[in-house]
């Protein structure tokens, strides 16, 4: 834990260089992904320039140096990029993530892939059912996180998706059928509610678990449904509690691009969780106060952290230092203790291109030294 007021973090996902994803293919870099990689490496040096493996992937040989190596450099290049920018907590951007559904399921048992549907955001995932009773085949994101605490100089933060994620982004037909008779709503519900806490228990837990014993003190439960369906609050909580039943670590949960009222006071009862890691800047515009939302935990007496969203991941336009600032300081009046506050982008800045990401964090930590300045700068 860090003792300055206004510490940093990342937040989720990075867009993949253009050399990662075609040296991954075995493919010959073109003139735009060799000279980016070149020109990242000599600000960031993710990987020595005088590597023959370097030298081969830059020559038309990415085949020989596989797709492995490929998917390391990566990684190397996140966390670098990410730890440049000034942040406290870091993860390597989810380079060896292709998404954040897929991939946690097949791991598990009890899951049918059925097809591809289209996302919020216009892309389409690989869709399950829920055939049978979920079971883990084996922990997963452990050998990501270790090869991100062997490397990081900053204190690695990993996200994971949370149970109710999984449960409502999948088709629920075996916990449905194990309940008799008319399937109405409240039959659903109770359905639904077995699906999340037995994804949280069989899999997530343990995997949290493995992780935890590999040295993860720091992990980001991401829960994006949870305001898709906000009736369903107290199942988001039930699946939180039910994941971290008994373990130790520092948790958060990441919901983004949400109205939080209707959240509350359910999600309240999430009880390992000590900060809420969401979105408002999104929301912070001309004549609409993005930040006036956290009058609720005033109003409702809680006081745990609060993961301030303070950059907008959807515009390209480059909040400045002045802005970043404003808007801790903002958190600051309404919260009334700057030490709750950690600083991060809304969301993953997986849709920017990797230079406008990159001058939006350096402003972030920029924002959060002149706010520091300004209130007194240590949280002692």
């Known amino acids: 834990m860090t003792d300055r007021l206004f510490p940093t973090q990342e937040i989720g996902s990075l867009m993949k260089p253009r050399w990662q994803l075609l040296g991954q293919r075995g493919e010959s870099l073109d003139d735009a992904a060799r000279a980016d990689f070149v020109r990242w490496n000599e600000l960031l040096h993710f990987v020595p320039a005088d590597d023959p493996a370097v030298r081969k992937f830059l020559g038309d040989r990415s085949r020989e140096v596989g797709a492995e190596t490929v998917r390391d450099w990566a990684a190397l290049f996140l966390l670098r990029y990410l730890e440049a ?81 999984l449960a409502d982004w999948s088709y629920n037909e075996y916990y449905l059928r194990r309940h008799e008779g008319w399937k109405g709503r409240d039959v659903r519900r109770r359905a639904q509610r077995d699906f999340v806490v037995e994804i949280a228990r069989q899999a997530i837990r343990p995997t949290l678990a493995a992780l935890i014993e590999k040295g993860c003190r720091v992990i980001q439960i991401d829960e994006p449904a949870a305001g898709t369906h906000p009736q369903e609050a107290e199942l988001v909580a039930e699946g ?20 939080y009222r209707p959240l509350f006071p359910a999600l309240l009862e999430a ?14 515009t001309d004549g609409r106060d993005g930040y006036e939302v956290l009058n609720l935990f005033r109003e409702y007496g809680d006081t745990r ?55 939006k964090l350096q402003n972030m930590d920029r924002g959060a030294k002149l706010a520091r300045a300004e209130v007194g700068g240590t949280a002692g």
């Open 85 to 165: 920018t000034g942040l406290d907590r870091v993860y390597d951007g989810e380079a060896r993530r292709i998404e954040m559904y897929e991939y946690p399921v097949r791991q598990m048992r009890g899951f049918q892939f059925l097809g591809h549907v289209r996302s919020f955001d216009n892309k389409y995932y690989l869709k399950a059912a829920g055939t049978g009773e979920v079971r883990l085949d084996h922990p997963y994101h452990v050998e990501e996180f270790e090869f991100v605490r062997d490397h990081a100089k900053a204190t690695p933060k990993l996200p994971i998706t949370g149970p109710y994620t």
């Open 240 to 259: 939180f509690n039910a994941a971290t039943d008994g373990l130790d670590a520092e948790f958060s949960m990441h919901i983004c691009f949400s109205d």
């Open 305 to 359: 952290q609060i993961g301030l969203g303070v950059l907008d991941p959807h515009r390209d336009e480059v909040e400045s230092p002045e802005r970043v600032k404003d808007r801790i300081l903002r958190a600051v009046k309404i919260l009334e203790d700057p030490r709750r506050i950690w600083v991060n982008p809304d969301c993953g800045l997986r849709t920017r291109r990797l230079e406008i990401a990159y001058a």
């Open 271 to 284: 009880k390992r969780c000590r900060q809420w890691a969401w979105e408002f800047a999104n929301r912070d």
